[in-house]
Structures are given as C-alpha cells and as structure tokens.
C-alpha cells in the first residue's frame, strides 16, 4: 500500500499541471507561516514591530502607497520627495475594481498578487519546457517560487502580477503569437516601470531573428501602457513624463551609482557597522566572510572530487548559519549583487542555449536597473526580469546537488525577508 502511495505522489508531482501549483502552494504555505506564526513570537528588532495575527502583515512600505492611488487618487509635486505617482497603475486599479465588489484593500491585493503569481508559474513553467526541457521547467518555476524575492509575490506589491505579464508577453513572442505579444506587452508597461526594458527587448529580437514587420508592431504596441500612463500624467499634471519626475523621491539621479555600489561591497565584505564606523568594531563578521570566501573557490573547482564530502556540506551550513545570523542589510546587500550581477553572468554563459528574447530582455532589463540611479530594492526589481531565475534555473538543472543546497539557502533568506516584512523592517 505504501509503494502504491509513494508511486500516485511521484506521478502527481511529475503531472506538468499540478507541478506548477504545488510549488506555488507549498511556497505560499512556508511565507505566510513565517509572517504569521514564526514572526509574532520572536524578539522585537529595534527598528521593527511585532506583526498581530491577520490582514495587516501584508500591508506595509510600498502597499501603503498603492492604498493612497486606490483611496485618494494619484498625487505629486515636483519637489523631489515622495510622491504616489511613482507607481504605474494597472496594480491599484485592479485592486480598486475587487474593492468595488466589497474586499478589503489587504484581501484584494493580496487575492491579485497571488492568483497573477500561480499564472506565472504556469507561464513560465510551458514556455522553459518548450526550449529547455520538462526537467529545466520544473527547476526554473522552483527557482522562481522559492528565490527570497518571492516573498513579494505574497503581499501587496507587484511582482507576482508583474512576473505574469512580462513572461506572458515573451511566450508569445517566442510563439510567433504578435497579437498576445501586445497585449500581454502593454499591461506589463501599465505595470512597473522595468516594463519599459521589454519594448526594445522586442524590436532587437525581431531583428535578430529577421521576424516580419507584424513583429516590430507588436514589440513597440507594448509602449501602449506607458503612453497611456504618460497622458494621463498630461492631462492631470501638466506634464508627461511626470511619473518620472516622480521617481526622484526614492532615486535622486539618472545613471550608474557607483559609491551605491562601492558602499554595497564594503558592507556585505566588512559589515554595516564596521563600514559606517570606519572601524572594525565586530571582527567576527569579516572573519566569517573571509573563511566562506576563500573557500568558495577551491570547492567549486575540484566540486567533482568533494561531492560526497563532509566539506562540501559544511561550507553550505556555514553559510546557511551566516545568512541566518546576519541583519536583514548585509541580505539587502547580497541579494542586489548576486541578483543583478551573478545572474547577469549566468545569462550571458547559457546566453546560446536560451532563446533570444529571453537574453535581450535580461540585459536590458539589468541596464535599465543601473542606469536608474540607485541601488534601493535592486534585488526585487531584478526579481521581476524572469530571464534572471530562467538562467539560474536551467543551471541548477544540470548540477542537482548544487541545487537542492541552493534552494535550502533560498529557504532560509526566503524565511528571513518574510519575518522582516511582517515586522515592517526594510528587506527591499
């Protein structure tokens, strides 16, 4: 009876539509068990709260903003503080809609975020099949539900339904269907401004692959949200580009910052506070990093001779423990660089392997997020450019150890930005 068991669970599990949901439940299920049954009971940072059982843990940082576009309408004055109408609006009109039917702001947002994200695993999980195989598929879509960033996908913020529109749009250029490339396309733009990189992502791969005309239409229609987004700034405020005016509250300035880079290494090398202080207060945090460091390197270059070793093991304990131990920051900090860069460095080596759309798009969407001025929420935007985890994905498919490791870092980093979000600490 039990080998019968064991065999449904392995058939289920490899079912290609309820792999996708499983995934999406099960990492449902770990966050809102971190939010709220594992916060509510640990000792209150200095910097945070202690989140009650219900609604509100979900309401927090940039939520509050898309409760004000729902509540009160778009507000701005070009005085370079913080202002509503650096957030697109297909997100808060969606939720206005569900409230018009009597949910509450924290149901409706949260309904959406949910539902768009189980989308995108499916989305995602059929458009990888098709290029990389069933197995990179399921590796891809548990990459993306369980990365640490995944934990916007569970609250009022964007990405899940972000994740969903761009993916979809990219499907369908890859399918050769312009007309859902389009549509899909332009509610991405009405979405989140990184929905911009997906419109010369487009047009390139059209040349690239000498597509028809019907192509380059389909890849400069995504613009439509944007445009719409832009006259409505027009009309309301006098000026079209107001949204990016806009933006001038969380990033002062256009272009590479490069002392938030610098900043960001010394932090993550050294230490918040050794590096603010300019003095080493706290040795065991750059002694710490110094051992993981060093030894990255050798482990990874003979990884064929220390696979079954008790070494290889230790170093992901050592770091799993580290992760755990350390402010939510120096997380921060890690998440922007391995993010951005080592999964910029990852697309570009499986850059052959994955289809052309799928690398432009990664490399336009990770040079418009350093040339957006600022290093605030890097991690999470980068998230939200599904070619990163796609890359990720399909290289962990190809090394299982590695992988099943990796996602148990996931997990933890995954637990800690979710306790910190329910605590309303900063976690990006």
């Not at 049954?37 to 945070?48: F, I, K, N, V």
């Not at 940039?62 to 409760?67: I, N």
């Not at 989305?123 to 990179?136: E, N, P, R």
């Not at 040339?371 to 070619?387: E, F, K, M, Q």
């Amino acid at each position: 009876m039990a080998k019968v068991q064991i065999f449904i669970a392995k058939s289920l599990w490899k079912n290609e539509l309820i792999f996708p949901a499983a995934v999406w439940v099960f990492s449902r299920i770990f966050i809102f068990i971190a939010m709220l049954l594992l916060a509510p009971h640990l000792l209150d940072p200095t910097d945070g709260t202690t989140p009650n059982f219900g609604w509100e843990v979900v309401n927090a940082w940039d939520s509050v903003h898309y409760r004000s576009i729902v509540t009160s309408g778009y507000e701005f004055v070009d005085d370079s503080n913080q202002h509503n109408l650096a957030f697109f609006p297909l997100f808060p009109l969606s939720i206005w809609l569900l409230m018009k039917l009597g949910l509450s702001f924290e149901l409706a947002g949260t309904l959406i975020n949910n539902i768009a994200f189980c989308a995108a695993m499916y989305c995602i999980y059929f458009w990888v099949k098709q290029h990389c195989g069933i197995i990179a598929a399921q590796w891809v879509t548990t990459v993306v539900a369980w990365c640490p960033q995944a934990m916007f996908t569970g609250v009022v913020y964007t990405e899940g339904l972000y994740l969903f529109l761009s993916t979809a749009a990219l499907r369908a250029f890859d399918l050769k269907q312009y007309r859902w490339t389009a549509l899909w396309g332009a509610l991405a733009t009405a979405t989140r401004p990184t929905g911009m990189a997906l419109i010369p992502a487009l047009a390139i791969a059209s040349w690239k692959q000498r597509r028809p005309a019907i192509a380059y239409v389909a890849s400069f229609a995504t613009a439509i949200g944007i445009l719409l987004f832009s006259l409505f700034c027009w009309i309301k405020f006098g000026h079209p580009l107001a949204f990016i005016q806009a933006q001038r509250g969380w990033r002062p300035s256009l272009g590479f910052d490069g002392q938030g880079w610098w900043n960001m290494v010394m932090e993550i090398a050294i230490g918040t506070s050794n590096w603010q202080d300019a003095w080493v207060k706290n040795p065991w945090h750059p002694l710490l990093f110094s051992i993981i460091l060093v030894s990255a390197y050798p482990l990874w270059r003979f990884r064929k001779y220390l696979i079954e070793t008790k070494v290889f093991y230790g170093l992901y304990a050592l770091a799993g423990i580290f992760f755990f131990l350390v402010n939510e920051q120096f997380i921060n900090n890690f998440l922007n660089l391995f993010t951005v860069l080592g999964g910029g460095f990852i697309l570009w080596r499986l850059r052959k392997q994955l289809t052309p759309v799928t690398t432009i798009y990664g490399f336009c969407g990770i040079g418009l997020l350093l040339a957006s001025g600022g290093t605030l929420s890097l991690s999470r935007l980068a998230y939200g450019i599904v070619p990163l985890s796609v890359g990720v994905g399909v290289l962990l498919s190809r090394h299982y150890r590695w992988g099943y490791l990796t996602l148990g870092l996931f997990a933890v980093l995954l637990a800690r930005l979710s306790v910190g979000f329910a605590k309303q600490i900063w976690v990006g």
